[in-house]
């Protein structure tokens, strides 16, 4: 019976710890979608009590995920003034564009050999929803960075998906600065539809070039709106 007993603590507690992991990455998912719509920007201050009466939830989850988002360098903590969203030098989001360029075009190389039709039907069905989308950088940002995802995602390597994720979360602030204009997002749909068509014919070499221009493409633009 003692054993028994035992068993059953074992299991609740597991399924107590399982409980508040998903509700931490669930938190942890939201604030980052906070930043990709921009309703938290660099240098704003994270308010925990707000968060946790927004979410419905108390402030000690929020403080975990937060934790969690410092990890992934979207927030850091200011010593006796608490949790803010991490701002990040121009320089820096250069170099880390240039390695999220490198990452996007190995995946286009991979994904290439692995691109079925019902897979490209999928992508290209984004593709129209980010041209509905063009108008307002709110609506085309949040799902460029899905289409961008499932791009990768294509390649079939776990471990390059968690690092280009890991790269273009920190980059989140600066990649709205390329897509401020109209024209930008149009150009930018414009080469994801170039993308999925190399991807359907196989074309391992041009679908990892176009890739990574894409993104060195976005950095250009990022650069120019910084300075303007």
């Known amino acids: 019976m003692t054993e028994h007993v035992e068993a059953i603590n074992a299991l609740q507690q597991r399924v107590a710890e399982r409980q508040a992991t998903s509700l931490l990455q669930l938190i942890a ?95 290209r069905a984004k593709v129209s929803r980010l041209d509905e989308a063009v108008p307002l950088v709110d609506d085309y940002y949040p799902r460029n960075v899905e289409l961008h995802r499932d791009l990768v995602a294509l390649s079939g390597n776990p471990r390059l998906v968690e690092l280009y994720g890991d790269v273009s979360k920190e980059l989140h602030l600066f990649r709205r600065h390329g897509l401020e204009t109209e024209t930008a997002r149009h150009t930018s749909n414009c080469q994801h539809a170039e993308i999925l068509d190399r991807l359907a014919h196989a074309d391992a070499a041009a679908a990892g070039s176009l890739m990574e221009a894409h993104i060195l493409s976005g950095k250009k633009r990022m650069l120019a709106a910084v300075r303007d």
């Open 29 to 123: 998912g939201e604030l980052e979608q906070m930043i990709i719509r921009g309703e938290l920007r660099g240098g704003d201050r994270v308010n925990e009590s707000a968060l946790a009466t927004q979410l419905g939830t108390s402030r000690g989850p929020v403080r975990e995920a937060l934790r969690q988002l410092e990890y992934s360098r979207l927030v850091e903590f200011r010593t006796n003034r608490g949790m803010f969203v991490r701002e990040m030098s121009v320089d820096e989001a250069a170099q880390l564009y240039d390695i999220r360029a490198t990452l996007f075009g190995l995946a286009g190389r991979l994904a290439a050999d692995r691109a079925t039709p019902e897979a490209l039907e999928a992508l």
